[in-house]
Structure formats: C-alpha cells, structure tokens
C-alpha cells in the first residue's frame, strides 16, 4: 500500500519570497508522483507530474519539484510566489505497475498556501 | 471547449433522502473517478469506470452507488445508508486507466445534509 505524508498543513508566506512545500511518501513499489493545486471552492488542476527520466520537473505557473527516492521525497518549490499563488496543494501517488486495475491516486491531506502582500 | 461538469455546484439533503449528483465529461476520456474531500482529509476515491458498463469500488465506496451507461456521464447517488454524507464530491476523468494519465477534476458539487 502507499502513503502520502504532506507536512506543512499551512504555509503562510509573503509575496516574493521563495516557498517549499513537502511532500514524503511511503511506497513498497515505484510510483508515478503528482502534484495539483486547488483554488477556493473549485476542481483539481495538475501543476506537474514526474513519471520517469530528469529529477527535476517543471510545471505551470512556475513550480518545480524534485524527485529524491532515496529520501522518498517529492517537494514543490517556486522561487517567487505571487498572491494568485494563494491555494492548496496537493501531493499524489500512483504505482506504476498497471495490471488490469487501476493504479488509483493515492493524495495526502493537503497544503494551504497563503501568500500575504 | 472540453471539460468536465459537475451539477449542482450546491446541494441540499434531509437526512434518510438519497440523492444523485452529476458528471458529464466531453473529453472522449474512457476512465473516470468519483472523489469525496473532507477538510484536512485530502481526497478519498468512492468508485471508478475504467469503461462504459463497468465500475470498481474505491476506498470508501460504502453508502453511495454509481453507474457508467455512457461514455460521458457517470453519476454518483448518495444513499441514504451513508452516515455522514456532507463534502465536498469530485468527478475526475482521465483518456485510460493508466496510472501516468492525467486526471481532469470538475469544479465539484458541494453536498450538505440538513
């Protein structure tokens, strides 16, 4: 089974500064790792996936992540945030072996960013 | 434009009543997935359809009932049997059950039991 640890419930921050958010997870397998943002009262939008290849992944409005397997981390980073960067953010898992099930998304409990002026 | 839709976006129930929400996706997306959001609880998986006609229970399936009759729609009933139905729903769909293929979110249906 897998697990998603985010460990920052809230991240209050000021515009410009750079952010982090963590991400660990628990895993007996190798797993795809998501990560998707979610304003106030609305839908899920993925921000970046690592699936294979570079460590580093890029993703839309700026983020980034890195893959560490060894540390089984998975941590979002932005080097400036702005306050439309105000959400919260999650991090997900899925296992990459597909044998006919679906490897469901497994999220953690979720980050809130505020980005104060 | 593509996308997925989720109606109502607010929902209200007396307890003991069932009701439905909708999801229709004109993504031409195969699989698609029902999540319940609980504040501080991320997002628990109620059921999923890797295809028209078929549909697996997720983690939490207990309570709600669903149904995959067309490609595109794929409604959620909230029973009456499910204690604490009050959340926040989410319809996802993704091209094929792959573990690598992106999910799509609705903007959801918020449900409350009065």
């Known amino acids: 089974a897998q697990s998603v640890t985010q460990l920052d419930s809230q991240v209050p921050v000021f515009e410009e500064a750079p952010v982090e958010l963590r991400c660990n997870y628990s895993?007996?397998?190798?797993?795809?790792l998501f990560w998707y943002v979610q304003y106030p009262n609305q839908g899920l939008q993925l921000l970046l996936k690592?699936?294979?290849?570079?460590?580093l992944v890029k993703g839309i409005n700026g983020f980034e992540a890195e893959f560490n397997k060894s540390q089984t981390s998975f941590h979002l980073r932005k080097p400036s945030v702005h306050i439309s960067d105000t959400a919260e953010y999650f991090c997900?898992?899925?296992?990459?072996?597909?044998?006919?099930?679906?490897?469901?998304?497994?999220f953690g409990k979720g980050t809130k960013l505020s980005v104060k002026p | 434009d593509g996308g997925i839709t989720q109606s109502p976006k607010y929902l209200f129930r007396k307890e003991g009543q069932n009701v439905t929400l909708s999801c229709e996706q004109n993504l031409n997306h195969d699989a698609m997935y029902w999540y319940r959001q609980d504040p501080g609880q991320g997002l628990r998986l109620i059921y999923y359809?890797?295809?028209?006609?078929?549909?697996q229970k997720g983690d939490i399936a207990e309570g709600y009932s669903v149904s995959r009759e067309k490609k595109e729609s794929f409604p959620l009933t909230v029973t009456s049997a499910q204690k604490n139905p009050t959340a926040f729903y989410l319809c996802?769909?993704?091209?094929?059950?792959?573990?690598?293929?992106?999910?799509?979110f609705g903007p959801g249906t918020r449900l409350t039991v009065l």
């Open positions: 997900a898992v899925t296992p990459t072996n597909y044998g006919g099930s679906q490897g469901n998304l497994i």
């Open positions: 690592y699936l294979s290849g570079s460590t």
């Open positions: 359809s890797q295809i028209v006609n078929d549909f």
């Open positions: 895993s007996s397998v190798s797993v795809y």
């Open positions: 996802a769909s993704s091209i094929g059950p792959n573990p690598y293929n992106e999910q799509f």
